[in-house]
């Protein structure tokens, strides 16, 4: 039997920035663990597609897939579209043995890159008392994807920061320069913007305009080829293999 193949599924962007980072986080996947196929696909905007990748896979000989959602909530894309593109996928290549892996959040790997990526932007573990946090997600309709910014935000609080406000980018509201001024009004001192989001884009671009517009002191950058997602990722991989290979043994 072979070893299973870990094929990332991006949600795609216009912007060039998205893919480009998208790979680099799949090639540092790949140095994580090196002889594990790593391929990437998109739903939208960006070749190659889901379906063709799978038909490539397929047509090569692979026998196992594990399809991981690039999404750090489980929200419309994670519950309706990738799921719907795998069904069809398996209808169409029944010999290909297709599993959806969770999606990336919330995680404790995800909270440490969050926390590098601040502290590349310059905030130091002697600022947080007098800093407030803006943890600014991309934003969604979906009640459980809302729920999740929240606890973040909430776990957030209690690693020394003297406040940590949810931001969101679409789908509702508040934006990531009312809270930086909402913070600012509450009499904090410093005032950082986090983008809980994983490449560059239109969404991330508008948080980093609402954050420069009410004067935020630190923007720091997107979560992008961390080493600690790499591994959330290795992680989410490891986590849906393991049902196949408990029935084997079984």
Same mark, same amino acid.
């Given at each position: ?9 991006? &949600? ?22 090196? *002889? ?26 692979a ?5 991981l ?7 419309? &894309? ?18 290909? &043995? ?23 932007? *310059? ?34 609080? &209690? ?21 930086v001024?909402e ?31 009410? *004067? ?29 290979w ?5």
């Amino acid at each position: 039997m072979t070893h299973p193949t870990l094929l990332v599924i991006a &949600h795609g962007s216009r912007d060039p920035r998205h893919a480009a980072t998208v790979h680099a986080l799949t090639e540092r996947v790949r140095a994580e663990r090196p *002889g594990l196929r790593v391929e990437t696909a998109f739903l939208e905007f960006n070749a190659p597609s889901v379906p063709r990748v799978l038909e490539r896979l397929a047509g090569e000989g692979a026998d196992e897939v594990v399809a991981l959602p690039l999404l750090l909530t489980r929200a419309f &894309h994670a519950k309706t579209d990738i799921p719907s593109v795998l069904r069809e996928a398996r209808a169409r290549l029944p010999r290909l &043995h297709i599993r959806q892996a969770d999606v990336l959040g919330p995680s404790p790997l995800l909270n440490a890159t969050l926390g590098r990526r601040l502290r590349e932007a *310059g905030v130091r573990p002697g600022d947080l008392p007098r800093t407030g946090l803006v943890l600014a997600s991309a934003g969604s309709s979906d009640p459980e994807a809302i729920a999740v910014i929240a606890e973040i935000a909430r776990e957030l609080r &209690h690693t020394g920061w003297c406040a940590v406000r949810p931001a969101f980018a679409s789908a509702l509201l508040p934006r990531t320069e009312d809270v930086v001024r909402e913070l600012r009004a509450e009499g904090v001192e410093r005032v950082a913007v986090a983008p809980y989001v994983i490449a560059p884009g239109r969404l991330p671009d508008r948080i980093a305009a609402g954050a420069e517009a009410a *004067g935020a002191d630190v923007l720091a950058d997107v979560l992008g080829p961390a080493p600690e997602l790499a591994r959330l990722l290795l992680d989410r991989f490891d986590e849906a293999r393991v049902p196949v290979w408990a029935s084997l043994s079984a």
